[in-house]
């Protein structure tokens, strides 16, 4: 029997109609003070912290904080799809020291059949702000994904140890920060029939305030994978997102791959939908 691929809409539904379902369950807003105030007294009372919730702040990748995050993504890399669910923890020893750990849940489908389901790779990440001025900021740091994949298809069986660097620059005029980025990943063990891993991806991305808590982040993203004589690949992914809650906000991210959609590291499109909570 021919396997087609089931409709685009099916797809997303399955993928992202819990997460849209969750995310329409109203929230609880705290109710008002009922005391009347003379127009001195109220003066006097400090404006409410959801009316000065700076977003760069919030989410500022550079200035450390506790926090969960919960994301559900599917991708599209032409001749098979990856739907994954991501819990991420950050925990931070400082405001300038953190750690992060992820393990996805996903399921592989290939165009011919045979989709393979299960946990995929552990991360883990170590990252420590080596500088900080009025303008910007520069972290460094360092990533070891685990091969914990339940299947073959969900990982690519090697342990993975990669370094980083980025930087975080503020541009006020514009209300944005601008973020460069390099990292460097080599394997460094795993399966030994599973063609090794070792790359470079260069980043850069824009993050921009909005009114009402809400803000856009762009990131162009380009690939180059040394295993594979150095084969290029590249994308770009729009955020668009909002603070319902001073500690809490959700997003959309779609993306597109713009050059080696057909290379290990390309894609031909992404969706995620995802949420944020600090603590």
């Given at each position: 029997?021919?396997?087609?691929?089931?409709?685009?809409?099916?797809?997303?539904?399955?993928?992202?109609?819990?997460?849209?379902?969750?995310?329409?369950?109203?929230?609880?807003?705290?109710?008002?003070?009922?005391?009347?105030?003379?127009?001195?007294?109220?003066?006097?009372?400090?404006?409410?912290?959801?009316?000065?919730?700076?977003?760069?702040?919030?989410?500022?990748?550079?200035?450390?904080?506790?926090?969960?995050?919960?994301?559900?993504?599917?991708?599209?890399?032409?001749?098979?799809?990856?739907?994954?669910?991501?819990?991420?923890?950050?925990?931070?020893?400082?405001?300038?020291?953190?750690?992060?750990?992820?393990?996805?849940?996903?399921?592989?489908?290939?165009?011919?059949?045979?989709?393979?389901?299960?946990?995929?790779?552990?991360?883990?990440?170590?990252?420590?702000?080596?500088?900080?001025?009025?303008?910007?900021?520069?972290?460094?740091?360092?990533?070891?994904?685990?091969?914990?994949?339940?299947?073959?298809?969900?990982?690519?069986?090697?342990?993975?140890?990669?370094?980083?660097?980025?930087?975080?620059?503020?541009?006020?005029?514009?209300?944005?920060?601008?973020?460069?980025?390099?990292?460097?990943?080599?394997?460094?063990?795993?399966?030994?029939?599973?063609?090794?891993?070792?790359?470079?991806?260069?980043?850069?991305?824009?993050?921009?305030?909005?009114?009402?808590k809400a803000y856009s982040f762009i990131e162009y993203?380009?690939?180059?994978?040394?295993?594979?004589?150095?084969?290029?690949?590249?994308?770009?992914?729009?955020?668009?997102?909002?603070?319902?809650?001073?500690?809490?906000?959700?997003?959309?991210?779609?993306?597109?791959?713009?050059?080696?959609?057909?290379?290990?590291?390309?894609?031909?499109w992404s969706f995620e939908l995802g949420m944020r909570?600090?603590?």
């Open positions: 029997m021919i396997h087609r691929p089931r409709p685009l809409l099916c797809r997303i539904n399955q993928v992202f109609l819990p997460l849209f379902i969750g995310l329409a369950i109203p929230l609880s807003i705290q109710a008002e003070e009922g005391a009347i105030q003379t127009p001195n007294q109220a003066a006097a009372v400090p404006a409410p912290v959801t009316s000065t919730v700076d977003i760069a702040k919030r989410i500022d990748p550079t200035d450390f904080k506790n926090r969960f995050d919960l994301r559900s993504e599917f991708v599209d890399y032409g001749n098979a799809s990856m739907q994954t669910l991501v819990p991420r923890f950050e925990y931070a020893f400082s405001k300038s020291l953190g750690f992060r750990t992820e393990l996805p849940i996903a399921r592989y489908d290939p165009a011919t059949g045979g989709a393979s389901a299960g946990i995929g790779n552990l991360l883990t990440r170590v990252a420590w702000r080596a500088l900080r001025t009025d303008d910007y900021s520069v972290v460094v740091g360092s990533e070891l994904t685990f091969d914990t994949a339940s299947s073959a298809a969900l990982g690519s069986g090697k342990h993975v140890l990669g370094t980083f660097a980025f930087a975080a620059i503020d541009l006020p005029q514009a209300k944005s920060v601008f973020f460069p980025y390099i990292q460097y990943g080599k394997s460094i063990g795993g399966d030994a029939s599973r063609e090794d891993v070792q790359y470079t991806n260069l980043r850069a991305s824009i993050l921009t305030r909005w009114p009402a993203a380009h690939w180059f994978d040394h295993q594979n004589a150095d084969r290029a690949s590249s994308q770009i992914k729009v955020e668009l997102g909002k603070f319902i809650l001073p500690k809490t906000g959700f997003y959309v991210r779609p993306g597109t791959g713009l050059s080696g959609t057909d290379q290990r590291f390309g894609m031909q909570h600090f603590f």
